[in-house]
């Protein structure tokens, strides 16, 4: 299946995977070229994530193979392709939804702050310095990329809807993954 028919199937019916697809899974291949396919799959990624109100975004969790991630909390799109973390500091709790995995949520402890290295839509390679729900949000993302879910984190707890995770959790309102 090629890239340009992928672009054509998401443009018209976004595949979005969820649990228990096996393709969730598996690991992402890294991406060698930063070509037009790649710039289309990451613009067809966002409107996904827009669409369904999520923060963040991984190739997987379309179906593509790819170590691609997106995430925005509401302070501008974030685009990374082959994304790594070089290093990382502190620890925080929190409770975490992921697209994937509609109604449920999981406490994960992931590290306060992140440094992350990849390379942007226009090839160059950028490194970031992130903190709280943005490193939260990239380390989530890397996570889709080797086949990991919130499940691996700990019990599952059931989101009945939306209010639950607005209301009860304090959440606002973008808190998928
Ligand atoms: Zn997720």
């Not at 992928?6 to 697809?21: F, G, V």
């Not at 996904?48 to 963040?56: L, P, S």
């Not at 879910?149 to 959440?171: K, Q």
Request: proline share 5%.
């Amino acid at each position: 299946m090629n890239e340009e028919w992928k672009i054509k199937q998401i443009e018209t019916r976004p595949p979005l995977k969820e649990y228990p697809d096996p393709i969730l899974r598996r690991t992402a291949l890294p991406v060698t070229d930063v070509c037009k396919s790649v710039r289309a799959l990451l613009r067809g990624m966002a409107r996904i994530m827009y669409n369904r109100e999520g923060i963040g975004l991984a190739a997987p969790q379309i179906g593509v193979m790819r170590r691609l991630i997106i995430a925005d909390i509401g302070e501008g799109l974030l685009s990374l392709i082959n994304p790594e973390i070089l290093d990382r500091r502190g620890e925080a709790f929190l409770l975490e939804g992921c697209l994937s995995l509609p109604n449920v949520g999981v406490k994960v402890t992931r590290n306060e702050s992140i440094v992350v290295r990849g390379i942007d839509t226009a090839g160059r390679e950028v490194t970031r310095d992130l903190s709280g729900l943005m490193a939260r949000v990239i380390q989530h993302e890397i996570d889709h990329l080797n086949g990991a879910l919130i499940l691996d984190y700990g019990p599952a707890e059931h989101l009945r809807d939306r209010a639950i995770l607005t209301h009860e959790l304090e959440y606002d309102q973008k808190t998928k993954l």
